[in-house]
């Protein structure tokens, strides 16, 4: 049953991902990044971790979804026409190769899990009489010998959000003539 | 089981250069707030005291042994590695001063994310455990992406964040990919743990396997999970197949922050690419099984190596962009480093270091000639720098010496570097051969040839009437050091040598 399960959830999961890249509508797109997220929660709570897929749920699902979904709405999207033509810059031959690709790298990796000799099945083993305590333990494990990592982790969010607005304000009062070529990038 | 009393200020007191640079990056991003001066040169001396500050502690614990949280490890080799960065930022940092185009962006940023990156690289290097290793790549590649495109108005810087972002999120995928793989098999991600050298994992909890027992079991999978890790490896240090990124990247980015990409960051992805396959294959208690498994990973290394650097150079002999030369020649370099790690042995990791060593001096002048020069002429093509040779000689024999060293002439340290490289391909691991790979080596230092004297002719045999370019002191200074360095330890390398040497430990 759990393995049923799982397998419903990674079909879910992949399906949607693949969704998001194909699909001509960007609220389509997010819509279908939900659907992936939600098939990634559920493989969360099958290994037990309850938690984590509250969180995945919370924070992907809900804020981070309406944040892209957000953007979508408030930014233009370019003229439709272009916007079409972008679409069809995927040749055939293009499609075929990627295909190619990626084909190949799941028969590697099909191979290399069937010659694998890891303990099956892969879910239920992980899971203790009534269920993890997983807040408790992935507290002590975040604030106890992972601690520095965690600040780290402080650290790159900082880096980011500086990079990010850095990136994304606009340039006021410019000083240099120069400049005048970003007002138009960046409009 | 862990407890609240291993959190030891030991433990903090080891971690200094790194709290000093977070501390030195945090400062600087406020008094930027209060300053608020947009051509400020003090925030730029503020890095440079942070940095050199960390350099001393760095210099002063050298020989120290120490883990720090179970996580950071205190070792010669890693502090070889973040000695290298810090003076790398330094110089970028300089150059930022340095360059008047660049002073006009937002300059408490700009330092902000150098330093910032540069912390990432301190991790990087500095540790055995995988999740480490991942968050300080993440955080070097995330800072890069921001620096990159910092030109905000210009196409070129733009889409060099853009390539930037795109193939370093793919590449952090597949390595992470890997390393989950990695784990699967072995049940922890501290490195001393899969080679059997601790026998318990310091901060994780489990059983854990040895990756002797996990070669055996799963074969496939450890083979897919190395393969998949040397992917991302390979992005850091823009090796084939995932060195496509690189040209674009280093012309489109600032020429500050190409030096950055170019020095600092990609000896970080050496750092954490010896560190790993040296833990891993290279220490001498591993098991038959491993040493075994070793010459396959060698060769897959040389196979990596001889690509990058036959496309790197075939590549630079098409250029007109100096930029751009610039950019193949230090794809062609990281091929060169490789060679060095494809031995498997410890005199193979010692050139290694040894050329990063000399890699550092050539390199950074060769970008402070191009920031120069890009910045009084405007352009970055060779055709600009026609004739320019006698009319701005204290900038231009130096870039001839640092050329002529990149080359791998003697009696230049690129000649010294290339030299232990060569014998480091001719005496391998055991059961590895590698003799075709020195051949390799020398005719892509003949192809490089070639490039590197255009620049040369260029210079110097050619005429034109352009007028004499303006002297700028402080790189006219900077360069003549560099330059004398190029020679200095190309002929007194001792310290090098030792230095490298003492990197060493990482493989007791």
Redesign the interface.
């Known amino acids: 049953m759990v393995d049923l399960l799982f397998y419903v959830a990674a079909a879910v999961s992949v399906l949607c991902a693949l969704g998001v890249v194909v699909s001509a509508n960007p609220v389509q797109s997010v819509m279908m990044l939900l659907g992936s997220f939600t098939g990634i929660a559920l493989i969360y709570l099958l290994a037990g971790f309850q938690f984590l897929a509250a969180i995945q749920i919370l924070v992907y699902g809900g804020a981070i979804m309406v944040l892209f979904l957000f953007v979508v709405m408030l930014l233009n999207q370019g003229d439709p026409v272009a916007l079409a033509r972008e679409q069809g810059v995927l040749h055939k031959e293009q499609l075929a190769g990627g295909l190619a690709v990626a084909g190949s790298a799941l028969a590697?990796?099909l191979?290399?899990?069937?010659?694998?000799?890891?303990p099956r099945p892969i879910f239920g083993y992980l899971w203790p009489e009534g269920g993890l305590d997983p807040l408790l333990g992935m507290a002590?494990a975040m604030f106890?010998?992972?601690?520095?990592?965690f600040e780290?982790?402080s650290?790159?969010l900082?880096?980011?959000a500086?990079?990010?607005?850095?990136?994304a304000k606009r340039?006021r009062n410019k000083?240099?003539a120069?400049?005048?070529?970003?007002?138009e990038?960046?409009a | 089981m862990?407890a609240l009393q291993d959190?030891h200020l030991q433990g903090l007191s080891l971690?200094s250069p790194e709290l000093t640079l977070?501390t030195t990056a945090l400062v600087v991003?406020m008094m930027d707030l209060i300053w608020k001066e947009?051509d400020s040169w003090r925030l730029g001396a503020i890095g440079l005291v942070g940095l050199g500050a960390a350099a001393l502690q760095l210099v002063s614990a050298h020989g120290t042994q120490g883990t720090?949280?179970?996580?950071?490890s205190i070792d010669n080799f890693g502090g070889f590695f973040k000695l290298f960065t810090s003076a790398a930022t330094g110089v970028c940092i300089v150059f930022v001063m340095l360059d008047r185009r660049e002073r006009?962006h937002?300059i408490g940023?700009y330092y902000?994310?150098l330093l910032?990156?540069a912390?990432?690289i301190f991790?990087m290097v500095g540790t055995y455990?995988l999740?480490?290793l991942v968050?300080?790549l993440?955080?070097a590649s995330?800072?890069s992406?921001?620096?990159a495109?910092?030109h905000?108005?210009?196409?070129r810087s733009?889409e060099a964040?853009m390539k930037y972002v795109v193939f370093g999120g793919l590449s952090a995928g597949v390595m992470v990919f890997g390393i989950s793989?990695l784990y699967?098999?072995t049940g922890t991600l501290d490195m001393r743990v899969m080679s059997g050298a601790l026998a318990i994992d310091?901060?994780?909890e489990g059983v854990a396997r040895s990756l002797a027992v996990a070669l055996e079991?799963?074969?496939?999978?450890v083979?897919?999970a190395m393969i998949l890790i040397l992917g991302g490896f390979s992005f850091k240090i823009s090796s084939a197949p995932f060195h496509f990124w690189a040209p674009d990247v280093y012309e489109g980015s600032p020429t500050p922050v190409t030096t950055f990409l170019a020095v600092a960051s990609k000896a970080g992805g050496f750092g954490a690419l010896m560190r790993f396959f040296g833990v891993l294959f290279v220490a001498p208690d591993v098991g038959e099984m491993v040493a075994a498994y070793r010459n396959e990973i060698g060769m897959v290394l040389a196979l990596v190596a001889a690509a990058t650097m036959t496309l790197g150079n075939l590549a630079a002999l098409r250029q007109t962009s100096l930029k751009r030369m610039l950019a193949y020649s230090s794809v062609a370099h990281a091929g060169y480093v490789l060679v060095g790690v494809a031995a498997m042995n410890q005199a193979g990791m010692e050139a290694s270091l040894f050329y990063l060593a000399a890699y550092y001096f050539m390199n950074l002048g060769a970008f402070g000639f191009l920031l120069y020069f890009s910045g009084v002429t405007g352009r970055e093509t060779l055709e600009s720098l026609r004739g320019m040779g006698p009319k701005a000689p204290m900038i231009t024999v130096p870039m001839v010496i640092f050329l002529v060293s990149l080359t791998g002439i003697p009696p230049m340290v690129g000649f010294t570097g290339k030299l232990q490289l060569l014998y480091a391909a001719m005496g391998p691991a055991e059961g590895l051969q590698l003799g075709w790979l020195a051949v390799c080596l020398g005719l892509n230092s003949v192809i490089s040839l070639y490039y590197y004297m255009r620049v040369v002719r260029v210079l110097f045999l050619e005429d034109s009437d352009e007028p004499r370019p303006e002297p700028q002191v402080p790189m006219a200074v900077f360069l003549c050091l560099m330059a004398f360095l190029t020679v200095w330890f190309g002929l007194f390398f001792t310290p090098l040598l030792d230095l490298a040497r003492s990197g060493m430990d990482l493989l007791t």
């Open positions: 590697v990796l191979v290399a899990v069937a010659r694998t000799d890891l002590q106890g010998p992972y601690v520095l990592a780290g982790a650290v790159l900082l880096a980011t500086v990079g990010v607005m850095t990136l340039q000083p240099v120069a400049a005048s070529t970003s007002e990038a960046s | 862990f959190l971690l977070v991003l947009r720090a949280f179970g996580l950071v006009r937002r940023e902000f994310l910032s990156a912390i990432g991790f455990n999740l480490l968050l300080g993440e955080l995330l800072a992406y921001s620096l495109g910092f905000k108005g210009e196409k733009a964040a793989l699967a098999v310091p901060v994780g079991q799963s074969p496939g999978m083979a897919l």
